[in-house]
């Protein structure tokens, strides 16, 4: 089942955006109209957006929802559990919550759990106040068992159980679903994950790799009967993968106030100079069970694309930031995105990655402009 955004648009005009989260209130019935007095807009496509006190982070809400999540988030994919020790780990987390990050994301599937379990222990030792932070972790790949994947009602409430279990936690703040699933029906994925915010197993969903079309039909259907809609969808973004953050995702962030959290802005590492002809004991490429990547690191498509980093060179050069810090400002850029998740393997990366935030404010239209054309992959409408 496809669903178009002009089809339903119509259908949504009526009803409050209150309501997008919410459902109707308890007796709000025909009885009594009161007058309403309807907010002043927003700017069309801007995220309100705010600076922490004493840290300089930059916060925004969550597409259309009023959660505010730092610009930058601290991801914990191949790190945790796995490339870094714990220790290390730990000291990117306090790092990251010093300068400001708030939203720390995870999955059931990382280091097969360990990552949880990593990120649970730092949390519990660390004692920080829950209220002040913001985990997400995705369903999908939770076993070896055919009940333990996918997006069927079992395993979504018994796999964010089992996340709830390893991290240490009574909630997260959000749950992704972690790619569609065309084995389950859309109506039990969305009342599934109604089921675990009913619950306050979670307060928000999201997804993760899915399809316009896959998003809108999961937002109409809950429309359809009373159940809460995705908030946001997570999605690799970066210099060279840009078409569906670019091209996709803001027409459902007008539309229904779906944002977006990027991941991999540095494409697992290509924008930088690490893989320029050599893979370093650290680097991703080398890690067992990562072959994909080494592949892709000396593929010739990925051989252009390090000739592309190096011809940003330059523009770095001028603005005074690394390339790193260079691509992590430009996707910040992009609209209807909430947040960049940061990879890092270590406390020093990541205060190197937070600098893009000094970089943001320098990006104008004209230096985008040029960044663009030495690109030369910028997305066009088909239409």
């Known amino acids: 089942m496809q669903v178009s955004i002009a089809c339903t648009e119509q259908n949504l005009r009526s009803r409050s955006s209150e309501d997008c989260l919410c459902g109707p209130r308890p007796g709000s019935g025909p009885k009594v109209r009161a007058a309403l007095v309807p907010r002043p807009p927003a700017p069309a496509g801007a995220l309100r957006e705010s600076t922490g006190r004493g840290t300089g982070m930059k916060y925004r809400n969550l597409g259309k929802s009023g959660l505010r999540v730092s610009c930058l988030g601290l991801g914990t994919w191949v790190t945790f559990g796995s490339q870094i020790s714990d220790e290390t780990a730990e000291d990117v987390l306090t790092v990251a919550y010093e ?30 106040r829950r209220s002040s932070y913001i985990i997400t972790t995705k369903i ?13 009602r079992k395993h979504i409430i018994e796999g964010l159980r089992g996340s709830l279990e390893r991290l240490q936690l009574g909630y997260v703040d959000i749950v992704f679903a972690s790619r569609s699933d065309p084995n389950s029906p859309m109506e039990e994925i969305v009342r599934a994950m109604t089921y675990v915010i009913n619950q306050g197993l979670a307060l928000y969903w999201g997804t993760s790799r899915w399809g316009a079309a896959e998003i809108m039909e999961a937002y109409s259907m809950a429309r359809q009967f009373n159940l809460i809609p995705p908030v946001c969808e997570q999605v690799e973004h970066h210099l060279f993968q840009r078409e569906k953050v670019e091209m996709q995702l803001p027409e459902l962030y007008h539309k229904i106030g779906v944002g977006s959290v990027t991941w991999s802005p540095l494409a697992c590492g290509l924008i930088t100079s690490k893989y320029d002809g050599r893979d370093p004991d650290m680097c991703r490429a080398t890690i067992k069970g990562y072959q994909w990547l080494k592949d892709k690191v000396q593929s010739e498509d990925d051989k252009k694309q390090q000739a592309k980093v190096m011809d940003l060179l330059p523009t770095a050069q001028q603005l005074g930031c690394t390339v ?46 040029e960044i663009d054309g030495l690109l030369g992959n910028k997305s066009h409408s088909k239409k």
């Open 324 to 369: 790193a810090q260079l691509a992590i400002a430009w996707c910040l850029r992009s609209e209807g995105v909430s947040s960049v998740l940061l990879g890092v393997s270590s406390a020093e990366q990541l205060m190197e990655h937070l600098g893009a935030l000094e970089v943001l404010s320098q990006l104008t239209p004209q230096t985008m402009m």
């Open 140 to 152: 999908f790949w939770g076993g070896q068992a055919e009940t333990e994947r996918g997006l069927s």
């Open 99 to 128: 300068h400001g990050v708030n939203l720390f994301d995870t999955a059931e599937v990382y280091a097969a759990g360990k990552a949880e379990r990593t990120l649970g222990n730092i949390l519990k030792s660390k004692g920080w």
